[in-house]
């Protein structure tokens, strides 16, 4: 797929509003009806018609009449909407290449309307797994089709709101400029991934400085649960930037323990098969095998602070009923957008319809993190070291 940021010139702003209406038809309908998307739009008559053809000639919506008469977006359909959003904000002026291709996501470079460069990753969840979660459970009947917008859609909300608090927590990260559904703008890390590098300088520094953080966020009330070799940008000067991290979870979550040593037994892997560099006690102290348990000790986790709480990580609700606050509520958000000339929506009126659907999206994701770890597991100790990509 090519993402061609002048195909947003080529499009109007009819076909945008036909775009967005096919968007919010599939709230509620696997396939939208043409006359339903007539109505949403609100188009005159017949005119809806004739845009939804120029939608198709360019692929950013799908028909189907098997069961019934319908459109629906494809993923690159969904990559316009937001990338029109971030391009009205001036966020995004041009898509240059692509620089990852994650197991579920795409990065590209793209360059704001001062010519700066940065980076967009589009969150493409459930491109793997999600069928067979599918076949399992039925949260969401109807809305089956419509998940993979909602879970990639959560996953950016998640890693935009976690970047931008670790960022101003002090934990290496790339600064969170700006999301729109799928879509989350971060600075480029002028590095490569840990995983690339396997002649290290002072591997004791670089090791060193990857369990502090994995600390620090744990202080902070949060496990990444994928922190590894691939998600740990190193810079020449050997300082890490940590990337990718829509699926952090509270200390309080019942797996915390575990999928923090989990991050560490990666890193101490990594170490010393490809790095050939063994953690010492001598010279590390308690980072050399740090536990979730020794890095929370003293810590007062109800502190109304800790990350965990104020993000809504994962975890932290099952144990609290309730008391969850949102940190930026869903209207707060979608008034970002409403500069947009069309006053169209910025994708429906919020992300969620209840704290229930939410809650089931959430143990959706969830699920597909836990499949991931049974499938690595699976796939035995070798190559697995954890996630990759
Ligand atoms: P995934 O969830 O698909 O693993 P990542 O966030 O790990 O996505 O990104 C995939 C790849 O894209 C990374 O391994 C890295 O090479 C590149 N990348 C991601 N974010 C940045 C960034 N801010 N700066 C530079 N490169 C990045
Ligand atoms: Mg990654």
Redesign the pocket.
């Known amino acids: 797929m090519k993402l061609d940021a002048n195909m947003l010139r080529y499009l109007s702003k009819e076909d945008f509003r036909v775009l967005t209406a096919v968007e919010m038809g599939q709230k509620n309908h696997e396939l939208v009806p043409a006359q339903l998307v007539s109505a949403i739009s609100r188009l005159r008559h017949g005119g809806s018609y004739k845009v939804l053809r120029t939608l198709l000639r360019h692929k950013l919506i799908h028909h189907e009449n098997k069961k019934y008469d319908g459109y629906r977006l494809t993923t690159l359909g969904y990559d316009y909407l937001a990338l029109r959003a971030l391009c009205a904000r001036g966020v995004i002026a041009g898509v240059g290449r692509q ?9 590209y470079e793209v360059v704001d309307e001062e010519g700066n460069l ?2 967009c ?1 589009f ?2 969840l459930g491109r793997t797994s999600f069928r067979a979660v599918k076949s399992k459970r039925d949260y969401l009947k109807h809305r089956q089709n419509y998940s993979w917008l909602y879970l990639s859609r959560l996953a950016a909300r998640k ?1 935009f709101d976690f970047m931008r608090a670790l960022g101003e927590s002090g934990i290496p990260v ?1 600064e969170a400029i700006d999301y729109n559904r799928h879509c989350v703008v ?8 840990l ?1 690339q590098v396997i002649r290290l300088k002072s591997p004791a520094k670089v090791y060193k400085q990857i369990m502090l953080n994995m600390v620090k966020l744990a202080k902070l009330g949060l496990v990444h649960c ?1 922190f590894n070799e ?2 740990i ?1 190193l810079s020449d000067e050997e300082d890490i ?1 940590v ?4 699926q952090m979870i509270s200390v309080k979550h019942r797996n915390a323990s575990q999928l923090f040593q989990r991050d560490v037994d990666c890193i101490v892997k990594f170490f010393i098969r490809k790095v050939k560099y063994s953690p010492g006690e001598e010279e590390l102290g308690a980072l050399a095998y740090p536990t979730l348990e020794e890095a929370v000790e003293g810590v007062d986790l109800d502190d109304e602070t800790m990350l965990d709480r104020q993000l809504r990580a994962s975890g932290f609700k099952a144990r609290l009923g309730q008391e969850g606050i949102h940190p930026r509520s869903d209207g707060e958000e979608e008034s970002g957008s409403s500069g947009e000339d069309d006053g169209g929506s910025d994708g429906g009126d919020s992300l969620f319809d209840s704290e229930e659907e939410e809650a089931a999206m959430q143990e959706l994701a969830e699920d597909l993190r836990d499949l991931g770890l049974r499938e690595e597991g699976e796939e035995g100790e070798d190559e697995g070291s954890g ?3």
């Open positions: 620089i990852g291709v994650g197991k579920e996501s795409d990065v940065n980076v990753k969150h493409r890693e790339p971060m600075s480029i890390i002028q590095a490569r991934p995983s994928d691939f998600n940008m930037t990337i990718d991290f829509p996630g990759g990509g």
